[in-house]
Nanobody
Framework: QVQLVESGGGLVQAGGSLRLSCAASRSIFSINTMGWYRQAPGKQRELVATITSSRSTNYADSAKGRFTISRDSARNTVYLQMNSLKPEDTAVYYC?????????WGPGTQVTVSS
């Protein structure tokens, strides 16, 4: 089991940047896959990026070249650096961790990008 809490969301103009943080309630050293998903109003939740314990990363096409996922095991935190934000990036962003085959989610943080 692990509890996740996101922070760092907010309102930003198009072209701006935000860094999201996901703090875990325990060590993430042994958690293989963690990541970020997002859900815009009226749409399904979609993958943004994932990172494994070996630092292997995977990005949605919409995130490639603009977003960077990282993890800091010493701080039990996963980050999502988002640059060159677009209005279509507006969504609630959720942190994700897979533990023993079960998905764990944070409550989400709102990101709003104005044009």
């Amino acid at each position: 089991q692990v509890q996740l809490v996101e922070s760092g969301g907010g309102l930003v103009q198009a072209g701006g940047s935000l860094r999201l943080s996901c703090a875990a309630s325990r060590s993430i050293f042994s958690i293989n896959t963690m990541g970020w998903y997002r859900q815009a109003p009226g749409k399904q939740r979609e993958l943004v990026a994932t990172i494994t314990s070996s630092r292997s990363t995977n990005y949605a096409d919409s995130a490639k070249g603009r977003f960077t996922i990282s993890r800091d095991s010493a701080r039990n935190t996963v980050y999502l650096q988002m640059n060159s934000l677009k209005p279509e990036d507006t969504a609630v962003y959720y942190c994700y961790a897979e533990v023993r085959g079960f998905a764990h989610w944070g409550p989400g943080t709102q990101v709003t990008v104005s044009s």
